[in-house]
């Protein structure tokens, strides 16, 4: 285990009041653990944490969650849902800075690879780090798409295509309500 995981968590127990984890670490046997925290909410500052996704994992019961989002926050970022397009507060959002998980503050996406895809969310080529956002197929509507969810906490963050500019040729559509979007000082 590594010193800096070693502190994170001795700083995680003592901030925190009930948290439940195993180490990252690959063990003599070459095999790889992950970690889960979970915990009622904390306002952290940002940490190296919050830039790449680390490989702890947020989990919090549907009670917590609802305690910290806003109902709109929770219906897109817990229950899957999507907001009606041209109605979120990023889709023109034309400042430099990060957007990041509403729910666990892990940065996703950065304002150099926003582009404006005339669909009514906003949208992104690429995410701050591949790691930060996790996909899995979605087939809840007639056609199968790919659903973008945060690495760490495991919300729903909106839909990536295959239609976006280059040079990744992605469209990463994402719901405004799952984001939180901090400023370049």
């Not at 070693?6 to 970690?35: D, H, N, Q, R, W």
């Not at 895809?117 to 199968?144: H, M, R, Y």
Request: hydrophobic share 35%; charged share 20%; with cysteine.
């Amino acid at each position: 285990m590594t010193i800096k995981l070693i502190l994170i968590l001795t700083a995680a127990f003592s901030a925190i009041g009930s948290i439940a984890a195993t180490c990252s670490a690959p063990t003599s046997t070459g095999v790889e653990t992950t970690a889960t925290v979970s915990a009622t909410p904390v306002k952290v500052s940002m940490s190296a944490s919050d830039v790449k996704f680390d490989g702890v994992k947020i989990v919090k019961s549907n009670e917590e969650w609802k305690k910290i989002l806003t109902p709109q926050q929770y219906y897109i970022l817990r229950e899957k849902g999507t907001e009606q397009p041209y109605t979120g507060i990023y889709d023109k959002n034309e400042k430099a800075g990060t957007y990041h998980c509403a729910a666990c503050g892990l940065a996703l996406f950065s304002s150099k690879t926003k582009f404006d895809s005339q669909t009514g969310w906003p949208s992104f080529f690429q995410p701050i780090d591949k790691a930060n956002v996790a996909e899995e197929e979605d087939g809840s509507l007639a056609e199968v798409r790919t659903e973008v969810l945060c690495s760490r906490c495991g919300g729903h963050l909106g839909h990536v295509f295959d239609d976006g500019p280059e040079p990744t040729g992605l469209r990463y559509c994402i719901n405004s309500a799952a984001l939180k979007f901090k400023p370049v000082k």
